[in-house]
C-alpha cells in the first residue's frame, strides 16, 4: 500500500528565513517522489521529481528535497523564503503498478509573512 | 503552446442537473486524468484512462462518468447520483517517458 503523510498543514515563516516543509511516505515498491505547488484557484505546478538517481534533489525557484530511505522522508526546504512561495504544497509518491498513478498528501499551507 | 485547457472554469450545478466538465490536451500524452479537490483533504483519484476507448474508476468514482473517444479529450460527467459535488476539479495527463503528471488550471464546480 502506498500513502503520503505531511506532518503540518500550516506553516508560516518570515520573508528571508528558511523553509521546511516535512513528508514522510510509505510505499511497497520503489517510489517515484514529487513536490507540488498550487498557488489559489489554479492548476498544480511540479517543483521537483526523486527517481533514485540523486537523494539530494534540486528542483525550480531555490526549493530542493532530499529523500532519506532509512527515515522514509522527502522534505522539502528552501533557504530562503520569498513573498510569492506563498500557496500550498503537495507532497507525492507514484508507484510502478499502475503507470503514472499518483497519490497525494493532503498539503501544506505555507504563509510568508513581510 | 501545448499544455491541458479545462473549461469552464467555473460552473453552476442545479439540483437533479448533470454536467460535463471538459479537458482538452495537446502534449500527445496516452494518459489522462480527473481528480475532485476538497479543502485539507489533497486530491482525490475520480477516474483515468491510459488509452483511448478504456477508463479506470479510482478512489472515489460514484456519481461521476468519463468517456475517452479522442486521445486528446476526457471529458467527465458529474452525474444527479453526485449528491456533493461542489468542489475544484483538477484534469492532468501524464509523460509515461517522463513519469511526470501536468496538470490543468481546474474547474470549480458550485451547486445552485
Given amino acids: 500500500a502506498q500513502s503520503v503523510t505531511q506532518l503540518d498543514s500550516h506553516v508560516s515563516v518570515s520573508e528571508g528565513t528558511p523553509v521546511l516543509l516535512r513528508c514522510n511516505y510509505s510505499s511497497s515498491y520503489s517510489p517515484s517522489l514529487f513536490w507540488y505547488v498550487q498557488h489559489p484557484n489554479k492548476g498544480l505546478q511540479l517543483l521537483l521529481k526523486y527517481t533514485s538517481a540523486a537523494t539530494l534533489v534540486k528542483g525550480i525557484n531555490g526549493f530542493e528535497a532530499e529523500f532519506k530511505k532509512s527515515e522514509t522522508s522527502f522534505h522539502l526546504t528552501k533557504p530562503s523564503a520569498h513573498m510569492s512561495d506563498a500557496a500550498e504544497y503537495f507532497c507525492v509518491v507514484s508507484v510502478g503498478s499502475t503507470l503514472g498513478r499518483l497519490y497525494f498528501g493532503r498539503g501544506t499551507q505555507l504563509t510568508v509573512w513581510p | ?112
Fill in chain 2, 1 to 112: 503552446d501545448g499544455g491541458i485547457t479545462q473549461s469552464p472554469k467555473y460552473l453552476f450545478r442545479k439540483e437533479g442537473q448533470n454536467v460535463t466538465l471538459s479537458c482538452e490536451q495537446n502534449l500527445n500524452h496516452d494518459a489522462m486524468y480527473w481528480y475532485r479537490q476538497d479543502p485539507g483533504q489533497g486530491l482525490r483519484l475520480i477516474y483515468y484512462s491510459q488509452i483511448v476507448n478504456d477508463f479506470q474508476k479510482g478512489d472515489i468514482a460514484e456519481g461521476y462518468s468519463v468517456s475517452r473517444e479522442k486521445k486528446e479529450s476526457f471529458p467527465l460527467t458529474v452525474t444527479s447520483a453526485q449528491k456533493n459535488p461542489t468542489a475544484f476539479y483538477l484534469c492532468a495527463s501524464v509523460s509515461l517517458a517522463k513519469n511526470i503528471q501536468y496538470f490543468g488550471a481546474g474547474t470549480r464546480l458550485s451547486v445552485l
